[in-house]
């Protein structure tokens, strides 16, 4: 069974800048999440889909990320403009879904380094 | 306001002996939590899970303890061996299925 698929694995890009990270969930996954891992952080979640369907997007910059998920499968996260803070690794995971807790598998991540 | 408490950044063990890593939650809402081990340019992978209606549970060489009334729980590995060498997250859920995690543990196991 192939994982989560995530592109490009390491981006640099000077502040102000924009960038977008691709990923493909485990197929039949209908709940797909970003996290913003930051160094020396645990992974902080910014958005949350179920389906094509945002759940929670609490935790996302509103200002300057954006997300979307196509026809309930791949997803793109969107910075415009980046900051210096945006630093981080943004992993991509995937569950089936529905009520309770079900196992998160997690992509390899984008590496991003904003100059 | 950090829910979820991993206090040491790092560990080192000898091949062989006992890995015991610690975890401390605020949130008396979580009843879920599980560890997660990541290796460099990976991503996070499952480990081991614990509910809050047990105290233990084991899976081979990976044991996690929960102490409800502390809201501490604990990850032991017995015996480690040099490919457990890792950082380790603690994380936690409750009704909205949301991971909170630690900020991470560097287990380094020597031969």
Request: aromatic share 12%; hydrophobic share 35%; net charge positive.
């Amino acid at each position: 069974e192939a994982g989560v698929a995530q592109s490009p694995r390491y981006k640099i890009i000077e502040k102000r800048q924009s960038v977008a990270f691709w990923c493909n969930p485990i197929s039949g996954h209908a709940t797909l999440y970003w996290y913003q891992q930051i160094l020396g952080q645990g992974p902080k979640l910014l958005i949350q889909f179920q389906n094509n369907g945002v759940v929670d997007d609490s935790q996302l910059p509103k200002d300057r990320f954006s997300a979307e998920r196509l026809k309930g499968v791949d997803s793109t996260l969107k910075i415009q403009p980046a900051k210096l803070e945006d630093s981080a690794v943004y992993l991509c995971a995937s569950s089936f879904g529905g009520p309770f807790y079900n196992e998160q598998f997690f992509g390899p991540g984008t590496r991003l380094t904003v100059l | 306001d950090q829910q979820v408490k991993q206090n040491s950044p790092s560990l080192s063990v000898q091949e062989g002996r006992i890995s015991i890593l610690n975890c401390d939650y605020t949130n008396s809402m979580f009843d879920y939590f599980l560890w997660y081990k990541k290796y460099p340019a990976e991503g996070p992978t499952f480990l081991i899970s614990i509910s809050s209606i047990k105290d233990k549970n084991e899976d081979g060489r990976f044991t996690v303890f929960l102490n409800k009334s502390a809201k501490h729980l604990s990850l032991h590995i017995v015996p480690s061996q040099p490919g457990d060498s890792a950082v380790y997250f603690c994380a936690a859920t409750g009704a909205n299925s949301k991971l909170t995690f630690g900020k991470g543990i560097t287990l380094s196991v020597r031969p």
